[in-house]
């Protein structure tokens, strides 16, 4: 049985006297500040093969070649290159048969107004075995560098003992992650296992972790699976994004973000730039009950590959927070493609707080960069109304205030490709699905109708009676 061990100083000294694991640590740009926990111990000499801190930019580029950026996922990964070869050179033929190798390596920029790292661990699981590897990338939200520093120092150990520990339970290794810290001091906001140790783990799985368990806000990946941090795709880039369930995605659902993208490419602002296009699913939207589902979401994902969309994974309820995030990593463009039912949503005062200044401070983060909303039609299959951009029955005393969205081109109408997408609704289809009815597949793109039938998803195949 295995028992969490939270206090840094006590993972360090358990490193350290563990005859098993021997490894190098390779810090640059805040210090050597994981490494010294396990000098301040004692007993490093059971644990560290070697540290190095190429703090200078001539001696880092001669050890591990030059780079563009020095705080990024591809020097990090040519530190553990770099390093686990000269480790397994040195030492393989006296210490491989009975010791597992590792290297630890951070490449890290602390600042007043907070800093942001990578940091990553090769390992052996067994002695001579082919190694794994655990990369990912922090934000530290200190004020102080000293303070930083110390989170790092606290952070690179948990990883460590994670990969070395917890890797068998990657739930718990990522909520372990910030044993020692909070959230208002550290963020995790990428994660990617690979592996022979992780052989079968899904890093999808892993992103919506890091949201589940508040370690982010959002995380992000690719149509390939491939766990991504915000920066290396967002950066100086105009994007476009579109929330919901997608469950499935829906022809309906899919002319929204069409028919937006027509539009956003189309800006003056943008000067022919290709956006970089996002689907968000939130927390909410993949919550039933009180438990989120995590077969149900990665047959979402699945659908949503088949289209080749990059997925954003969030906790942000409100579309503001959404934006804000966005324009941490981007001050190009921003656009939001969604229905005219969430302007209701927008609009309602009681959606903001006071301390991010209320509706006006709200309206403020979301139209930042700037952005712009692309508003596509709602039917009422009840009343037969259709509203819209136009007709949307905005509050009496905002009616000003949405006026001048309008007449400035943040509130955008966009008209849908056939007029009957308007009556599709994704309830009908999951029940026609279940059922064996065929006539679900004239309502879904055919990329995903091929996914959900030949992966028999959503019940396809299982028909009811």
């Known amino acids: 049985m295995i028992t969490d061990i939270t206090e840094t100083h006590q993972k360090a000294l358990r490193i350290n006297r563990d005859a098993r694991c021997y490894g190098t640590f390779a810090e640059i740009g805040a210090g050597q500040e994981v490494a010294r926990w396990f000098f301040r111990v004692g007993g490093a000499s059971g644990s ?67 800093g942001d790292g ?13 190694p794994s590897e655990i990369l990912m990338h922090v934000r530290l939200l200190d004020k102080e560098n000293v303070r930083q520093q110390e989170a790092l120092g606290s952070i690179g150990v948990n990883l460590l003992y994670g990969a070395l520990y917890l890797r068998e339970y990657p739930d718990r290794l990522i909520r372990s992650l910030l ?27 892993m992103a919506l972790q890091l949201v589940e368990q508040d370690l982010t806000e959002a995380a992000m990946f690719t149509a390939e699976g491939e766990a991504v941090q915000w920066a290396e795709v967002l950066y100086k880039k105009p994007v476009l994004v579109q929330r919901g369930s997608f469950n499935p995605l829906t022809h309906a659902a899919l002319d929204v973000l069409e028919r937006a993208h027509e539009r956003f490419v189309a800006e003056p602002e943008l000067q022919g730039e290709t956006p970089v296009v996002l689907v968000e699913m939130t927390l909410r939207h993949l919550t039933t009950g009180n438990a989120i589902n995590h077969a149900d979401f990665l047959q979402r994902a699945d659908m949503l590959r088949a289209l080749g969309r990059t997925v954003l994974i969030s906790n942000f309820r409100r ?3 959404l934006a804000w995030y966005l324009s941490r990593y981007t001050n190009r463009p921003l656009g939001l493609a969604l229905g005219a039912f969430k302007l209701a949503e927008i609009f309602d005062e009681r959606f903001y707080n006071e301390t991010e200044g209320g509706l ?9 960069n700037p952005a712009r909303l692309y508003v596509y039609p709602n039917l009422n299959l009840e009343t037969g109304e259709v509203t819209t951009v ?26 849908p490709t056939d007029r009957a997408f308007l009556a599709i609704r994704r309830a009908d289809i999951l029940a026609k699905i279940r ?5 679900w597949e004239g309502l879904v793109p055919p990329p995903i109708v091929a996914r ?7 019940g396809y195949g299982k028909k009811e009676p």
């Open 319 to 321: 579309f503001h927070r």
């Open 179 to 205: 044993d020692n810290l909070t959230w208002e001091r550290v963020e995790v906001d990428m994660i990617r296992f690979d592996g022979p140790a992780f052989a079968g783990l899904d890093n999808r799985l």
């Open 452 to 458: 959900i039938k030949r992966d028999g998803l959503l």
């Open 48 to 114: 560290v093969a070697k540290t190095i801190c190429a703090y200078d930019m001539t001696v880092s580029d001669a050890l591990y070649g030059s780079a563009e950026r020095y705080v990024s996922r591809r020097r990090l990964q040519a530190m553990l290159n770099h390093e686990f070869a000269l480790l397994l050179e040195r030492l393989d033929a006296t210490r491989g048969a009975d010791r597992t190798f590792f290297v630890f390596a951070d490449t890290v920029a602390t600042r007043k107004e907070g």
């Open 435 to 439: 059922k064996g009815d065929a006539a």
């Open 390 to 415: 136009e007709n949307f029955p905005i509050a009496p005393h905002l009616r000003h205030l949405y006026a001048y969205l309008r007449e400035n081109h943040y509130l955008v109408g966009i008209e």
């Open 118 to 130: 990578w940091l990553g661990i090769r390992f052996q699981a067994q002695p001579r075995a082919a």
């Open 360 to 368: 006006l401070g709200g309206l403020g983060q979301l139209f930042k």
